[in-house]
């Protein structure tokens, strides 16, 4: 049985999600930039 | 061996105070990763001048023979979802997002070796072979994880991590250019470098997912979670042994459902740019066609996460049905649009159908758990992966013949989709049908109890 008895705290959840959020973030407003030439 | 325990299910089970909300960004680890697959073809050209640099040399590779890495790829995701589905499910999620780290990473700096030497065979071998067999592992590994996490909201949470796949090529193109731009000089083509760069990137990103992922522990249940009382007619209590469900009609009914949604989606994603201009000539430029696919790709993702989610409330069912109801029209309206000249009508019935292309992929894992269980949905969604690999093919076929058809027989270039359109939305159709027949799956393909203790899945 595992041993991770140390509960998550809210910075573990900040840290997990501005990992993959960020670059997700970045990408989606790169493509965005780049999509908006559609209405130029 | 020993070393490696820490791999183990038993070694990844989460202990008091564990967030379940730690398990979707470890599930997007892997599928902001693996999702690069979809930016592949930024490296087509400059790879058909590592030799020739400034233009492509005899010796060079060429567009036709680059082409194959994809496909490769794709048709080893499909087969190593197929078959490591159950080694997957049986050995949990951090072993399998481990050995996906090391195939996709590995697979990049093979590629890299085998651009350096100017060998296609070991570029092949290396993102194609390797590479897809860790996408497959990857996108099946933190299915029925996520669904044992979130049993209150299912589609929501597959949904994050697939929607993670549609966007993971967001980031690889406009990193790839920037890494081609920064290893390129004016006698050499950073590509190899780029493969190098980019592999230890995603082998160290998709550790850092197997590393904070973990499974819950058994019996486990969301806070103030009370499964309903009266289980509804098309979600099982039971679990349905992987290999059982190919026996199942409802396995080859939703087979049909996802390869049908995707056959139709699929042949418009990949011919979008074209057709816009195309059907609007002088009105869609070549720079407002790439927005349109830009915005088409957003759609894609974003409709993973919204579709899905909404399938926990009106269920999958539905969800279907809505995707082939609504798409049949949308389908069945695209020639009008180009007949009364209306861009931003057409513009509006491609989004909302490639986000219902997306919600296709992201609803089917918590459609498989209604039916077969949580036990073995995760392998049961690998098996099923090969209704994409099938659309991938049937998709752009139709789409492109039946342009060439159209315009061998004279019809002109405005009109030559129109054709294609109606039977997309008869593909549509079809589908409909394939979705009312799903029922509830016979309890004598349900696990009896002893045969599900002695897999240990206590749920």
Same mark, same amino acid.
């Given at each position: 049985? =595992?041993?991770?008895?140390? $509960?998550?705290?809210? +910075?573990?959840? #900040? /840290? =997990?999600?501005?990992?993959? $959020?960020?670059?997700? +973030?970045?990408? #989606? /407003?790169?493509?965005?930039?780049?999509?908006?030439?559609?209405?130029? | 061996?020993?070393?490696?325990?820490?791999?183990?299910?038993?070694?990844?089970?989460?202990?008091?105070?564990?967030?379940?909300?730690?398990?979707?960004?470890?599930?997007?680890?892997?599928?902001?990763?693996?999702?690069?697959?979809?930016?592949?073809?930024?490296?087509?050209?400059?790879?058909?001048?590592?030799?020739?640099?400034?233009?492509?040399?005899?010796?060079?590779?060429?567009?036709?023979?680059?082409?194959?890495?994809?496909?490769?790829?794709?048709?080893?995701?499909?087969?190593?979802?197929?078959?490591?589905?159950?080694?997957?499910?049986?050995?949990?999620?951090?072993?399998?997002?481990?050995?996906?780290?090391?195939?996709?990473?590995?697979?990049?700096?093979?590629?890299?070796?085998?651009?350096?030497?100017?060998?296609?065979?070991?570029?092949?071998?290396?993102?194609?072979?390797?590479?897809?067999?860790?996408?497959?592992?990857?996108?099946?590994?933190?299915?029925?994880?996520?669904?044992?996490?979130?049993?209150?909201?299912?589609?929501?949470?597959?949904?994050?991590?697939?929607?993670?796949?549609?966007?993971?090529?967001?980031?690889?193109?406009?990193?790839?250019?920037?890494?081609?731009?920064?290893?390129?000089?004016?006698?050499?083509?950073?590509?190899?470098?780029?493969?190098?760069?980019?592999?230890?990137?995603?082998?160290?990103?998709?550790?850092?997912?197997?590393?904070?992922?973990?499974?819950?522990?058994?019996?486990?249940?969301?806070?103030?979670?009370?499964?309903?009382?009266?289980?509804?007619?098309?979600?099982?209590?039971?679990?349905?042994?992987?290999?059982?469900?190919?026996?199942?009609?409802?396995?080859?009914?939703?087979?049909?459902?996802?390869?049908?949604?995707?056959?139709?989606?699929?042949?418009?994603?990949?011919?979008?740019?074209?057709?816009?201009?195309?059907?609007?000539?002088?009105?869609?430029?070549?720079?407002?066609?790439?927005?349109?696919?830009?915005?088409?790709?957003?759609?894609?993702?974003?409709?993973?996460?919204?579709?899905?989610?909404?399938?926990?409330?009106?269920?999958?069912?539905?969800?279907?049905?809505?995707?082939?109801?609504?798409?049949?029209?949308?389908?069945?309206?695209?020639?009008?649009?180009?007949?009364?000249?209306?861009?931003?009508?057409?513009?509006?019935?491609?989004?909302?159908?490639?986000?219902?292309?997306?919600?296709?992929?992201?609803?089917?894992?918590?459609?498989?758990?209604?039916?077969?269980?949580?036990?073995?949905?995760?392998?049961?969604?690998?098996?099923?992966?090969?209704?994409?690999?099938?659309?991938?093919?049937?998709?752009?076929?139709?789409?492109?013949?039946?342009?060439?058809?159209?315009?061998?027989?004279?019809?002109?270039?405005?009109?030559?989709?129109?054709?294609?359109?109606?039977?997309?939305?008869?593909?549509?159709?079809?589908?409909?049908?394939?979705?009312?027949?799903?029922?509830?799956?016979?309890?004598?393909?349900?696990?009896?109890?002893?045969?599900?203790?002695?897999?240990?899945?206590?749920?």
């Amino acid at each position: 049985m =595992a041993k991770h008895h140390r $509960g998550t705290t809210p +910075v573990h959840l #900040v /840290l =997990a999600w501005g990992f993959v $959020g960020i670059p997700l +973030v970045w990408g #989606v /407003l790169n493509t965005l930039a780049n999509a908006m030439k559609l209405f130029q | 061996m020993a070393l490696l325990s820490f791999l183990d299910r038993q070694h990844s089970v989460a202990g008091p105070g564990f967030s379940r909300w730690m398990v979707p960004p470890a599930a997007l680890c892997v599928h902001l990763c693996i999702g690069q697959a979809y930016a592949f073809s930024v490296f087509n050209l400059p790879m058909t001048k590592l030799i020739g640099i400034t233009q492509s040399a005899p010796e060079d590779w060429k567009l036709t023979e680059l082409g194959w890495i994809f496909s490769i790829a794709i048709f080893f995701l499909g087969a190593s979802a197929a078959v490591f589905g159950r080694w997957v499910e049986e050995g949990g999620p951090r072993r399998a997002m481990f050995t996906s780290a090391l195939c996709f990473g590995g697979g990049f700096l093979v590629a890299a070796a085998g651009t350096a030497l100017h060998q296609l065979w070991i570029v092949y071998l290396g993102y194609g072979v390797l590479g897809g067999i860790g996408l497959g592992i990857g996108y099946i590994s933190p299915v029925s994880t996520l669904i044992r996490w979130f049993p209150d909201r299912p589609g929501m949470a597959t949904g994050m991590a697939i929607m993670g796949f549609g966007g993971g090529a967001f980031i690889a193109s406009p990193l790839s250019v920037w890494l081609m731009a920064r290893f390129t000089t004016p006698t050499h083509i950073g590509v190899a470098e780029t493969f190098v760069t980019m592999g230890l990137i995603y082998l160290c990103f998709m550790m850092v997912g197997s590393a904070i992922v973990r499974v819950p522990a058994p019996g486990w249940r969301p806070a103030g979670y009370v499964a309903p009382a009266q289980p509804k007619r098309l979600v099982t209590r039971n679990n349905v042994y992987v290999y059982q469900a190919l026996k199942t009609p409802q396995f080859w009914c939703i087979w049909w459902v996802l390869c049908l949604n995707v056959t139709a989606g699929i042949g418009v994603l990949g011919q979008a740019s074209a057709m816009s201009q195309e059907m609007f000539p002088g009105r869609i430029t070549p720079v407002a066609a790439a927005g349109l696919v830009g915005l088409m790709s957003l759609f894609n993702m974003g409709g993973r996460f919204f579709w899905a989610s909404l399938s926990d409330v009106i269920g999958r069912k539905n969800t279907y049905f809505v995707f082939f109801m609504l798409g049949t029209v949308l389908y069945a309206l695209v020639p009008t649009t180009g007949a009364i000249g209306s861009v931003p009508l057409f513009v509006l019935c491609f989004l909302v159908i490639l986000s219902m292309y997306g919600g296709g992929f992201a609803t089917v894992p918590a459609y498989l758990r209604d039916m077969f269980g949580t036990r073995y949905v995760g392998a049961i969604h690998g098996l099923l992966i090969t209704a994409w690999s099938v659309a991938g093919i049937l998709g752009p076929v139709l789409v492109n013949y039946m342009r060439e058809y159209n315009l061998a027989h004279g019809v002109a270039k405005t009109d030559a989709y129109n054709f294609t359109m109606y039977v997309m939305a008869g593909l549509l159709v079809i589908g409909f049908f394939c979705n009312l027949f799903v029922r509830a799956v016979h309890e004598r393909h349900h696990m009896r109890q002893e045969a599900a203790d002695a897999l240990g899945m206590a749920e």
